[in-house]
């Protein structure tokens, strides 16, 4: 039977979703989709407990004879050529720390080595499900970004991160990047735009959703989105020349809050003489389900190694 099904599994801070992808179509499908919501403090016996079952539960829905494999999209730090967890410091998925995620999950799972486990960073196959199947399919040169918990890139050429060279910053990406009194990351996330508020009222929100509720009964957010927009233009437009960038696609869950920043935003790129297409992404979630999927697909994973080790 013809391999062509692959699981996509997306890594959050909190939760886990699982679907199988048809490598040929490149489509997620439906029916197949699992989720799970994590404790992301537990131990990693439970972490990887949590994580099989979702998987679990996508390939009961297919016909597991058709599996090629499954791809994650990990959050960094992580050795995406080796499957090892490097992530600490920070209030999540600290009891991975040094562990084999590629073998764990093949332990949990049972199937031996007929299941095939790779891994990419969750900014860069969000990218790279966008070039494949949304807004920068056929497009030659691209960058993806997510706005969200925190601040994701991938500068992506010919459907393949570009992590090195004189035209993007270290590791292919933007998030550690200074700005201002601190790192992008600081700046263009949802508790870069909450604690602005904060500091400018007194007063704290729960996240973007509840600020863009209130940007026609309170001037501080109106203020507040605008600088977002303007900053954001000013921050992008010379990697977008540099990179000789398309388009520029926008993710994340600041992303649905588009129509109070975007034309300030795309004003600043135009005054700093960034004509770039903007596109809002349609795929959402499923572009890094996607995107990790891909890693099944031959051609892709021959050119796409030699970044891993980057990113």
């Not at 960058?143 to 570009?162: E, M, Q, Y």
């Not at 990179?243 to 795309?266: H, P, Q």
Request: aromatic share 10%.
């Amino acid at each position: 039977m013809k391999k062509n099904i692959v699981i996509g599994a997306d890594i959050g801070g909190s939760h886990i979703t699982a679907a199988a992808i048809d490598l040929e179509t490149v489509k997620v499908l439906k029916e197949t989709i699992a989720g799970r919501d994590v404790d992301n403090q537990a131990s990693a016996a439970t972490i990887v407990s949590v994580w099989a079952d979702a998987l679990l539960e996508t390939i009961s829905k297919t016909s597991l004879n058709r599996v090629k494999g499954i791809g994650f999209a990990m959050p960094s730090p992580f050795d995406y050529v080796k499957g090892i967890s490097y992530i600490k410091g920070v209030a999540k998925y600290e009891s991975l720390y040094g562990i084999n995620i590629g073998e764990a999950i093949s332990g949990s799972l049972g199937f031996g080595d007929d299941i095939i486990i790779r891994f990419m960073n969750d900014a860069s196959s969000f990218a790279v499900g966008e070039a494949v199947a949304g807004k920068a399919k056929d497009i030659s040169r691209s960058l993806s970004i997510t706005l969200g918990t925190g601040f994701g890139s991938a500068f992506i050429a010919d459907k393949i991160p570009v992590v090195d060279g004189p035209f993007v910053p270290k590791l292919g990406c933007v998030f550690h990047l200074p700005y201002r009194d601190g790192i992008a990351d600081d700046y263009f996330s949802t508790r870069g735009l909450t604690g602005r508020y904060k500091k400018a009222t007194g007063k704290e929100v729960d996240g973007v959703k509840e600020l863009a509720q209130l940007y026609y009964s309170d001037n501080h957010v109106s203020e507040l989105f605008m600088d977002f927009g303007i900053n954001l233009g000013v921050f992008l437009a010379p990697w977008l020349k540099g990179f000789k960038a398309d388009i520029l696609v926008i993710g994340g869950n600041i992303s649905n809050a588009y129509n109070l920043f975007g034309t300030n935003f795309e004003n600043s790129l135009k005054e700093h003489d960034c004509n770039i297409e903007v596109a809002i992404s349609e795929l959402k979630e499923d572009a890094a389900l996607l995107g990790s999927a891909y890693l099944l697909d031959d051609n892709f994973w021959k050119s796409v190694q030699h970044a891993l080790p980057l990113m």
